[in-house]
């Protein structure tokens, strides 16, 4: 490897690393994502859902159709960027 492969490579690293070191005294839930905060603002409101899930997945269950989810959405783009490469090879 090139060094300036690896000097790029501990910059990644670093870039990747060195925010969970700034944010982590922060309080509980700082990295939280964008549902919690919208639904915290949606209750703000006083709004009131017409419905109820009629199923609540485990969390582990929730991570396995996330990830099934993500790996379907791999699987497609995959195809229709192979179907369009190999569309443009001469043959």
């Not at 090139?2 to 700082?30: A, Q, T």
């Not at 209750?43 to 009629?54: A, D, L, N, V």
């Amino acid at each position: 490897m090139e060094k300036k492969h690896i000097i790029m490579l501990l910059i990644v690293i670093l870039i990747v690393i060195i925010p969970f070191f700034l944010y982590s005294d922060k309080d509980e839930g700082y990295f939280s994502g964008s549902d919690d905060n919208g639904r915290l603002a949606i209750e703000e409101t006083g709004y009131k859902p017409w419905f109820s899930s009629i199923w609540k997945p485990s969390s582990e269950m929730e991570n396995l159709l996330f990830a099934l989810q993500a790996a379907i959405g791999a699987l497609i783009i995959g195809y229709i960027i192979g179907y369009y490469k190999g569309k443009s090879k001469k043959f």
